[in-house]
């Protein structure tokens, strides 16, 4: 563990793209070390005590905000919701604006998902608030990236010199780019699968591997990631049918014999059973979803507490 | 009213002179070899640092009166122009209401000339009514209220038969008229210049190809028309290369690109910055050499600012909802001269492409330096270093991606209608 001689120096959580790799290291241990207190019976430390913490959606979310609303909880911070329909929003006040006014309240942090691409930055640039990304359009979410490299580290034992698959829509997925920036920069082999339309050759750039078909993609893999097709961020000739992307794009029984005999199987939620993941494999021994669930409290502790504590790490339990 | 210019570097378009001017009466008088004497002259101008050049005009400008005053007004858009130093402006139609009526035309004149500024406004027509792409303006009776040029300028044609005759019945009225070429399908909503950056940003992309096919489109209907067109804002290779192919082929075709497009990349608009989203979008560095080499061997006419004012708040926002745009008077001179500075187009070239080219385009007479010709000038000062902030720009907007920058060169005086004015 690094974190003795680590100092944490960022006010806000934006990406991983910026992140270092000791960045990520730091989270992932900080993760696994208050992920013991869910475990107990009384699920309180009163570490954040007196911080607040408010989400800021823009989008719906199940797992996300809970996740974080119960990772506050857990650190006794003050976690309050904001959702889009219950807001100023819909009276026309720039998101700016709410922030600047959630500000003036004291808060200590603003946790803001988006269906645009680089709000949570436009927003960093101009408060002194801690931001959180809990996903920004088609571009980053980070703290599903975190959680997934701590799922796959407590299963495979390493998060570096992997062989991971991720199948699916990766043009519009920022859980794709924040994984395909994380799981780099920590050295592993990275394969994206899916039709051209869903997964353009400029992602090599990334140092990504480009696949089109699940055999070639899928081989001898110790990881693979199944995304969501994001119905709501596509026109509409991306695929021509629901039916065709499940018969050359499902990860089902069939398909997942390609990868490692040992593979571990994940996605990020909300899952569309039967069409990119058939049911048998989602809730069949390879799959880790919920366990990913689980960790997404724990990155979430960690992320807050490592933001409000000002980086100092004290111990926690 | 006697104005002197002694021991200036003149820029002509037979080349660069060491020489001395004398205007009287609106008019340049004297041009000799030995300094004319001051005596008795309004004002005098003796600097040898300075560049004279015959009166620049900018064909591409937005000026957003009426409609849009709070981004701009003919006004402070005039003013913005005159501290650039040009002398005149073509303004583009995509006012509200839209300038495709002689009234709104009309309008526009009068304003420019309320507000007393030395810049004259030449109206650009829409080509079709409200920008629609569908039903053509009433072409002559624009060109008989003042309209130099028709230009659906943000929007392409989409309709290919309604271009054709549009270039058809423009010519008619022997006008130009000038493309936004773009493949609107291809680029629908998109954001940013496709590539890794907009793949990095998560950023819908605008592929270089709906401008490339734009051009193809435009320049073959204007192939099969005879008509003549320009077009605007040429910011890739292959665009710059179908341009010099239908050249050589021998069509009547100019085209313009604007500083942004020979100075910047796509790299720009890293950190999601607002101020570098624009249409069309930056593009890669291999782009902004092609352009370059565009302008070096003359494929490219014209450097155009393409001025395309905004509010803050339409840039202090998630860049999803920022407005296209930036504005470029004011920064047209110290850019182009970075053309020289590198040795990729002399003072003359200069000359040519924000003097002589533009005015030939529209129809207009370019002011030359000559004895007996009408005094219309702009004198720069090509070291003068100054930074581009709310303080130095005129215009009621700052959204550029200069901002806060330090740029060389400015122009210091203008001379018009036979007054001799200072900028700075």
Redesign the interface.
Known sequence: MQKDNFKWNRKDLLGTYDLSKEEIIFLLDTAKSMEEVLNRDVKKVPTLRGKSCVTLFYEPSTRTRTSFELAGKTRSADTINISVSASSAVKGETILDSVKNIEAMSVDCVIIRHNNSGVPHFIARNTKLAVINAGDGSHEHPSQALLDLLTIRDYKGTIEGLNIAIVGDILHSRVARSNIFALKKLNNNVNLVGPKTFVPKDFEKFGANVFHNLEEGLSGVDVVMVLRLQKERMGKCFYPTEREYAKFFSVNRQSIKYAKEDAIIMHPGPVNRGLEISSDVLDGEKSVVLAQVTRGVAVRMAVLYTLLSGGRFEDSN | MKIVINNATVVTSSGVFRKNILIKDCVISKISDSPISERGASFVINDKDLLVFPGFLDMHTHLREPGFEYKEDIETGLRSAHYGGFIGVAVMANTNPVNDCSTVTHFMICRAKETGIPVDLYPIGAITKGLNGETLVEMGELRSAGVVAFSDDGKSVTNSEILRRAFEYAETFNMPVICHSEESYLSKDGQINE??IS?????KGIPREAEILGIYRDLTIAKLTGGAIHIAHVSTKEGVELIRKFKKEGLSVTCETCPQYFTLTEKEVL??NTFAKINPPLRTEEDRLAVIEGLRDGTIDVIASDHAPHHL?EK??????ASFGMIGLETMVPLCLELVRMGILDFKDLAEKLSRRPHRILNLNSPKIKEGEPANLTIIDPHFEWEVNEKTIHSKSINTPFLNKKLQGKAKYVIKGGEAFELF
């Open positions: 590539g890794e793949l990095l940003l998560g950023l950190g999601y708040d202090n926002c998630e860049f999803q909802n």
